[in-house]
């Protein structure tokens, strides 16, 4: 016999593996693994009876790569959202345009830069005609998202599907139990407070209204967020009729050889993120410029034929470097340093950078760039094997 429930042993097992892959040792995990199995009998009982409500979260801000706030789930929490994203991702990703690359599988900053520079490709005509791109963000995105809009777009996206009606009512209940949900509410902080201060109103959701805004550290609010924005994704494709557009999260692209297209469509953007989903574009940051001029895009820095890391992403490098050299404890901040030096060697790799990583390494590594071994043509470091 069937089970008609989402709520079985084995999707919230399910959900659990999956969630554990990146908070496998925060004290919350450790605690529910404690007792895993309990736990998960436990947390399937209050959802099958409907009793089932969001815990305490943690409220910490961050400064790099700009303030922000982040609220992050209670492990079991974190469970119930792999679980509701688990059963619509892909019905959602059958609905999405192939241009968006944020939080969706096989995709990332990496392809959205590819995707920019084929683009770019095309509009010009190999790079024989001009032509201009629009860059628009949108004003506080996540702090702006109405909760009541987000609900109208889970219906409709579960209600075009041949699923049963049980399944229907079960994701329904369960998205609203998690949309609706305030954090701040009920939530304990932790880290560097004084860093909240200079986290502006429209980035927090202190101050995002009673029904507006979604915790940017929640893994459901990624699925969500890209909902979201789907109905925006449809009016330029379908509406606007813009064949070279790629979206991340809330910074959009738009090409044309034409720029008084562009700014018309900057204008018809505007218009409809009003009407229809109650956000606006953020004007101040808003740009109608020549291709040739490059893109500021994901941390790199676009031109028609190559691709440069972008100055900010180096100069925080070379900051964190400069206070980690700083640090003399030897052993810990050795393996911190590489794990630094090789994240952000994985983001250059992908730019015309070879220059770049080989005078990291050669200066601005202070004593400890005698511990660490260049490999492949500076493509990441390792550590020194001792003598």
């Known amino acids: 016999m ?39 009998f436990r947390l399937q009982k209050e959802l099958e009876a409907k009793k089932y409500r969001s815990g305490r979260s943690i409220c910490f801000a ?40 944020s939080c969706r599988k096989g995709k990332g900053t990496h392809l959205a830069v590819r995707r920019l520079k084929s683009f770019i490709r095309k509009v010009t005509k190999n790079y024989t005609q001009r032509a201009f791109y629009a860059q628009l963000d949108i004003s506080g995105f996540f702090m702006a998202i109405n909760h009541y809009i987000l609900y109208s777009l889970f219906k409709k996206l579960v209600s075009k599907h041949n699923k049963p009606s049980w399944w229907e009512k079960e994701v329904l209940w369960l998205a609203k139990t998690i949309i609706f949900n305030k954090p701040t509410k009920n939530y304990v902080t932790k880290g560097d407070v004084s860093l909240f201060k200079f986290i502006p109103p429209r980035k927090s959701l202190f101050y995002s209204g009673l029904h507006c805004g979604l915790p940017i550290g929640n893994y459901s609010s990624q699925f969500s967020a890209n909902l979201y924005l789907n109905e925006l994704d449809q009016f330029v494709k379908r509406e ?22 562009l700014r018309h469509w900057r204008n018809k953007i505007n218009n409809f993120l009003e009407e229809r989903l109650s956000l606006k574009l953020n004007l ?104």
């Not at 097992?13 to 199995?37: G, M, P, Q, V």
Request: a positive charge; charged letters at 35%; aromatic letters at 14%.
């Open 62 to 101: 961050i400064k790099d790569p700009s303030p922000r706030e982040i609220f992050a789930a209670d492990f079991r929490d974190r469970i119930v959202h792999h679980l509701l994203i688990n059963e619509i991702e892909g019905i959602g990703e059958r609905k999405f345009i192939f241009d968006t690359f």
């Open 2 to 40: 069937i089970n008609k429930t989402i709520f079985t042993f084995e999707k919230l097992y399910r959900a659990y593996l999956d969630c554990r892959e990146n908070k496998r040792n925060t004290i919350n995990a450790l605690e529910f693994e404690w007792n895993l199995e309990r736990n998960l």
């Open 240 to 261: 606007l009729k813009c064949r070279y557009y790629v979206r991340y999260v809330d910074d959009l692209i738009l090409l044309d050889r034409d720029k008084e297209n």
């Open 284 to 387: 101040d940051k808003t740009k109608i410029q020549p291709i040739d001029n490059g893109i500021n895009f994901l941390g790199y820095f676009v031109k028609p034929d190559y691709v440069l890391v972008c100055r900010r992403v180096v100069s925080r490098l070379k900051n964190k470097l400069y206070f980690l050299n700083k640090n003399k404890k030897e052993t810990l901040e050795l393996n911190k340093t590489l794990a630094t030096i090789n994240s952000y060697y994985g983001h250059f790799k992908h730019a015309f950078s070879f220059n770049l990583r080989k005078d990291i390494y050669e200066n601005h590594l202070g004593e400890k760039g005698e511990k660490f071994l260049p490999k492949r043509e500076y493509s990441f470091l390792k550590l020194m094997e001792p003598f």
